[in-house]
């Protein structure tokens, strides 16, 4: 059974950073591409970024320059380093395991940017 745990989410201030991660279990995580997707209030989920089985990353234009996403395969685990954080990247954060048409996700955690 697949299992992603999110962590690392919480309160910041705007131009502050957060490194989120996700751990995976109950999947060869080296085989499959990982995500992160965002979840606004009022607001459609939207891919933030992914980083594929072969290290290969794709971010959406509103994070370029600004988030980067890196894996470990050894620990199973993804991250999210977050720095100049605005207002608009309030949201609850989602990690994704995908792999052919089978996409699992985590439950969430909730990075808010106010001062």
């Known amino acids: 059974q697949v299992q992603l745990v999110e962590s690392g989410g919480g309160l910041v201030q705007p131009g502050g950073s957060l490194r989120l991660s996700c751990a995976a279990s109950?999947?060869?995580?080296?085989?499959?591409?990982m995500g992160w997707y965002r979840q606004a209030p009022g607001k459609q989920r939207e891919l933030v970024a992914m980083i594929t089985s072969g290290g290969s990353t794709y971010y959406v234009d509103s994070v370029k320059g600004r988030f980067t996403i890196s894996r470990d395969n050894a620990k199973n685990t993804m991250y999210l380093q977050m720095n100049s954080l605005k207002a608009e990247d309030t949201a609850v954060y989602y990690c994704?395991?995908?792999?052919?048409?089978?996409?699992?996700w985590g439950q969430g955690t909730q990075v808010t940017v106010s001062s």
């Open positions: 994704t395991a995908r792999r052919s048409t089978n996409t699992s």
């Open positions: 109950g999947i060869i995580f080296s085989m499959y591409a």
